[in-house]
């Protein structure tokens, strides 16, 4: 992935509790040691960084200033120490100027900006790599999601959560939207087990082990909460207030319900059955074995009993093609298998602590 930083040399570690210069505002750092919210002490970044405002946007220039301006009056209130992380997915407008300007005046603010339009997902992924804070807030750039929600859902974590994922109770989108996304959510929950409402939530809170572990590529940002729980990470859920868009339109029309329901596919094989495709597939065949068996079985019996001829009962076909297709699903699993098998990695079990 290539990414331009014409503003952003490698980040200094003493560069972080950087006080705000030009402002007359609290600086960053203080204290060690008398901060609230902060049971994981464990998690904590050399460099203090208590806290990762992370933000993709494509084409958002009107938003962004209003935006930067309600995120910095909610932090300013939280004494403590963060940076604002904008991932430019490739604008063509104004939006990366805008952030140059506005970084000019606050070093907390970083920006990558992509070469081309790789996507949400793409976005995300990099801003996770490149967080720094202890928590990490995700948020869209087009002022949908609310600041005002970023000290809850922090408090939200402490609760014993290592993931929160925002849920837009009372929605301002078009139906066209609402209506389906309501489906997939109905879905991913069932087929899932995770019971949040929302999973595609452009506002949610992370503990950095979270960010760290999580790899969101193709477009499963709808997904991560999915993507979390399968690492063995905690979720949980909190109403989060949604607004309306005021710039711009949504990047994405409706190849975003296909997509959708592909990437869910996707998922559901990557996590639960990556390892073991025979019990997807297998199940699959099967079934259908156990059905075409049934139908033929039962035929023959009749023909045996000399009540029917074979040749003039269609159900007769659909039994063998049942057993056939049966059998090149069972192989289809078992194929898998091999693969996976030949693949074995070390690395793709999440230990979270050792004792030795
Ligand atoms: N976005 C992005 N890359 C894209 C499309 C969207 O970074 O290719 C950003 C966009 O700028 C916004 C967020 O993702 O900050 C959510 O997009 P949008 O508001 O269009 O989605 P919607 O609210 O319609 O679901
Ligand atoms: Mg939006």
């Known amino acids: ?20 210069p030009s402002q007359p505002q609290r600086p960053g750092g203080r204290p060690q040691g008398h901060r609230p919210h902060r049971p994981h002490q464990q998690q904590q970044q050399q460099n203090g960084t208590d806290l990762t405002i992370l933000i993709p946007l494509y084409n958002e ?14 932090l300013g209130r939280m004494n403590i120490r963060y940076e604002i992380l904008f991932i430019d997915d490739g604008s063509t407008d104004r939006s990366f100027q805008v952030l140059r300007d506005l970084r000019r005046n606050d070093r907390r603010i970083k920006a990558y900006r992509f070469r081309r339009n790789y996507g949400k997902s793409a976005a995300l992924n990099v801003g996770f790599e490149r967080s720094q804070g202890s928590v990490v807030i995700t948020m ?14 922090r408090r939200k974590l402490d609760e014993g ?3 929160v994922s925002g849920w837009k109770k009372v929605r301002h989108d078009p139906i066209t939207k609402t ?26 809170a992370y503990r950095r082990e979270v960010v760290k572990t999580v790899k969101v ?6 997904y991560v909460p999915v993507l979390a729980h399968w690492e063995g990470f905690k979720i949980g859920e909190l109403v989060v207030n949604h607004r309306r868009r005021r710039f711009g339109k949504s990047k994405f029309g409706v190849g975003r319900f296909w997509k959708g329901f592909l990437d869910l596919l996707t998922v559901l094989f990557t996590t639960r059955y990556f390892r073991r495709p025979l019990h997807f597939f297998g199940m699959i065949g099967l079934m259908t074995m ?9 035929l ?26 049966g059998v090149q699903f069972f192989s289809i699993g078992l194929l898998g298998e091999m693969i996976s098998k030949a693949q074995q990695r070390d690395e793709e079990y999440a230990i979270r602590d050792t004792l030795r």
Not at 217 to 222: D, K, T, V
Not at 290 to 298: H, K, P, S, V
Not at 302 to 325: A, D, H, Q, S, Y
């Open 1 to 20: 992935m290539t990414e331009q930083t014409p503003e952003t040399p490698e980040e200094k570690p003493q560069e972080a509790p950087a006080p705000v």
């Open 61 to 74: 220039e009107d938003s962004l200033k209003e935006l930067y301006q309600q995120i910095r009056a909610v």
């Open 140 to 153: 869209d750039a087009d002022l949908q999601d609310d600041p005002a929600e970023i000290p809850a859902l």
């Open 161 to 163: 959560y290592d993931l």
């Open 179 to 204: 209506l389906p996304s309501r489906f997939f959510n109905f879905v991913t929950r069932r087929l899932t087990g995770i019971k949040i409402h929302d999973f595609n939530c452009g506002l949610k």
């Open 217 to 222: 590529y193709g477009e499963l940002h709808r």
């Open 290 to 298: 156990i059905g075409g068996f049934g139908i033929d079985t039962y």
């Open 300 to 325: 023959i019996v009749e023909w045996l009993l000399g009540k029917t001829w074979l040749g003039n009962r269609p159900l007769f076909l659909l039994g063998t093609m049942l057993i056939i297709v």
